[in-house]
């Protein structure tokens, strides 16, 4: 069911929960590859033959760092694909203040903060401009961000006063 939203600017912005099955189902058309985690060869003792058994966590061993260093890569890319999806999909369109109607693309002047394409977070890509026009053009102010989040996550984020609520009950 979709909700309209409106951001302390005016805008209103129309919204739904994005189903988590939508979420696992798009995920898996991620084009990265997981890393496998290495695993030792080794000799059975007892047995008398050679088996393959997984690598103990070990920041001296130059494979286990190469493994970590890959595994942090693909988390990082898996959590910007899946975060971007998610805010595509959950924000259906806006209408800014003073319009009639809502659309749901990027204003035609709208260009993605050059820094963020040097940082290589976003480009300027067709698919990804709508996405850099959400995160950093329409939701501006953090109280805004979070709204819409409580929305398109299904309200699974806590609201700044029940942060602060469990922030107070602790003895200071």
């Given at each position: 069911?979709?909700?309209?939203?409106?951001?302390?600017?005016?805008?209103?912005?129309?919204?739904?929960?994005?189903?988590?099955?939508?979420?696992?189902?798009?995920?898996?058309?991620?084009?990265?590859?997981?890393?496998?985690?290495?695993?030792?060869?080794?000799?059975?003792?007892?047995?008398?033959?050679?088996?393959?058994?997984?690598?103990?966590?070990?920041?001296?061993?130059?494979?286990?760092?190469?493994?970590?260093?890959?595994?942090?890569?693909?988390?990082?890319e898996d959590e910007r694909f899946t975060t971007g999806f998610v805010w595509d999909a959950g924000v259906?369109?806006?209408?800014?203040?003073?319009?009639?109607?809502?659309?749901?693309?990027?204003?035609?002047?709208?260009?993605?903060?050059?820094?963020?394409?040097?940082?290589?977070?976003?480009?300027?890509?067709?698919?990804?401009?709508?996405?850099?026009?959400?995160?950093?053009?329409?939701?501006?102010?953090?109280?805004?961000?979070?709204?819409?989040?409580?929305?398109?996550?299904?309200?699974?984020?806590?609201?700044?006063?029940?942060?602060?609520?469990?922030?107070?009950?602790?003895?200071?």
């Amino acid at each position: 069911m979709e909700k309209i939203v409106t951001l302390s600017d005016g805008t209103e912005v129309k919204c739904f929960v994005v189903p988590v099955w939508m979420v696992v189902d798009v995920e898996r058309t991620l084009e990265i590859v997981r890393p496998e985690e290495p695993k030792k060869k080794v000799k059975s003792i007892v047995a008398g033959h050679t088996e393959e058994i997984p690598y103990t966590e070990d920041d001296t061993d130059p494979e286990w760092l190469e493994y970590k260093n890959a595994l942090a890569e693909y988390q990082k890319e898996d959590e910007r694909f899946t975060t971007g999806f998610v805010w595509d999909a959950g924000v259906v369109g806006w209408k800014l203040p003073g319009k009639k109607k809502f659309t749901s693309d990027p204003p035609s002047d709208w260009v993605t903060p050059p820094v963020l394409e040097r940082m290589k977070i976003f480009s300027s890509h067709v698919d990804a401009r709508r996405v850099s026009y959400i995160k950093y053009g329409l939701l501006t102010e953090v109280k805004d961000t979070n709204t819409v989040a409580q929305v398109i996550y299904g309200g699974a984020l806590l609201s700044s006063e029940e942060v602060d609520g469990a922030v107070n009950s602790f003895p200071s």
